[in-house]
């Protein structure tokens, strides 16, 4: 393996045309194919995109909004602790309600429309 390796090296160092052309035709035969998962990708892309469109919408508005309200409830009941998790529900609340905006600023073009 590594004798091929050599010879190949040393066509390429004293014809570097070669290496050029070499190049060149395997630069045209992957830009011709298409790529074999683009369908697969797509069908993943929007089972993805049905799971940010649900939890963007009225789900995920309940789902934030019930975690402050057991914050607020941790709180009433003598939990000094829950001053973390009113914090951490209402960033992932922010976060939840923006997931799609921000992914498709992120993602531009690829991202769910």
């Given at each position: 393996?590594?004798?091929?390796?050599?010879?190949?090296?040393?066509?390429?160092?004293?014809n570097?045309?070669?290496a050029?052309a070499?190049?060149?035709?395997?630069?045209?035969?992957?830009?011709?194919?298409?790529?074999p998962?683009?369908?697969?990708?797509?069908?993943i892309?929007?089972?993805?995109c049905?799971?940010?469109d649900?939890?963007?919408?009225?789900?995920?508005?309940a789902?934030?909004?019930?975690m402050?309200?057991?914050?607020?409830?941790?709180l009433?009941?003598?939990?000094?602790?829950?001053m973390?998790?009113?914090?951490?529900?209402?960033a992932?609340?922010a976060?939840?309600?923006?997931?799609?905006?921000?992914?498709?600023t992120?993602?531009?073009?690829?991202?769910?429309?």
């Amino acid at each position: 393996m590594k004798e091929k390796a050599r010879l190949w090296l040393a066509v390429f160092k004293a014809n570097p045309g070669v290496a050029l052309a070499v190049l060149a035709t395997g630069s045209v035969a992957l830009a011709n194919n298409a790529n074999p998962l683009a369908g697969a990708m797509t069908r993943i892309q929007n089972i993805l995109c049905g799971v940010v469109d649900a939890l963007t919408g009225p789900f995920g508005a309940a789902l934030a909004i019930f975690m402050i309200g057991l914050g607020f409830a941790g709180l009433i009941i003598g939990n000094r602790n829950s001053m973390g998790l009113i914090i951490a529900s209402i960033a992932g609340g922010a976060l939840l309600l923006a997931a799609k905006t921000l992914g498709n600023t992120i993602l531009g073009a690829t991202g769910c429309q």
